[in-house]
């Protein structure tokens, strides 16, 4: 029963340290965004 309890409060953490890594991932792409703004005006300098 001990054994039990602590295998589900070790899930616990796994799923909380799974959550920081998607949000790693989201101001990456929108570190991206900001590089496809920078060539629309390199564009429409050269036009």
């Known amino acids: 029963m001990y054994?039990?309890?602590n295998l589900t409060n070790y899930q616990l953490p796994i799923t909380?340290?799974?959550l920081p890594i998607?949000?790693?991932q989201s101001p990456i792409t929108n570190?991206?965004?900001p590089i496809t703004n920078y060539q629309s005006p390199?564009?429409?300098e050269y036009n």
């Open 3 to 5: 054994p039990h309890l």
């Open 16 to 18: 909380n340290y799974q």
């Open 22 to 24: 998607t949000n790693y």
């Open 31 to 33: 570190h991206q965004s």
């Open 42 to 44: 390199i564009i429409k």
